[in-house]
């Protein structure tokens, strides 16, 4: 994978993936912290989820990362993060359970492997999908609850590098919609299409 323009040339790609999760993570609290009582009921740009059903999606998924980066099995975690992992105050569920996912990926072999629903998957690529998912949830959050998103610029150039080839190649599995046909200069709008977004869409409007 190249290196961005914010990266550091001497990382290897996999621990450059890695550095980036804790900025993006950032790039989403923000977004978390700026959604109002009413909008978390409101429709995402994720087919049949709202606001809230996209922010608990990305908390069950931190609260995964941890137990897998340990080296647990899906059978040892089991169904402890199914169903609701919000409770009453989502700001605060996605608060305790950022800081444990992120200290979980600094200490993280970047060479090693965590068990998936695929199989053994590497740890380099668990980051990329990881920080895929960040990247792009986060507009669905921010879309969805019409407020601002930051994301990180290098964050969507290495999604944009992981996506694309897969969508090329016709490898595309069923975690995100078909690919649009966006064809504008924004980066993030190329990273939206490729995972079945409209770039054009504006905040807070109807699916």
């Known amino acids: 994978m190249s290196v961005f323009a914010g ?13 980036l999760l804790p900025d993006a993570a950032r790039a989403v609290t923000a977004v978390v912290e700026a959604i109002g009582p009413t909008a978390w009921a409101a429709p995402s740009p994720c087919q049949g989820w709202s606001v809230r059903d996209v922010l608990n999606h990305l908390v069950a998924e931190h609260r995964w990362a941890p137990r897998l980066l340990a080296g647990e099995s899906l059978a040892q975690v089991g169904d402890a993060y199914d169903g609701d992992v919000l409770g009453v105050d989502p700001v605060a569920a996605w608060r305790r359970a950022m800081p444990i996912s992120l200290l979980a990926w600094a200490q993280a072999d970047p060479t090693g492997q965590v068990h998936s629903s695929m199989g053994p998957l590497g740890v380099g690529e668990y980051a990329h999908q990881m920080l895929l998912d960040l990247t792009v949830h986060g507009w669905d959050l921010a879309t969805g609850a019409g407020v601002a998103y930051r994301p990180v610029p290098d964050a969507i150039e290495d999604g944009i590098a992981y996506e694309q080839p897969l969508v090329q190649a016709g490898q595309k599995t069923a975690i995100f919609a078909a690919p649009t046909g966006y064809r504008g200069p924004d980066r993030l709008g190329v990273l939206l299409a490729l995972t079945g977004r409209d770039p ?8």
Do not use: M
Request: avoid cysteine; charged fraction near 25%; proline fraction near 19%.
């Open 200 to 207: 054009a869409r504006a905040p807070g409007s109807p699916r």
């Open 7 to 19: 990266q550091d040339p001497a990382l290897p790609a996999e621990k450059a993936t890695i550095a």
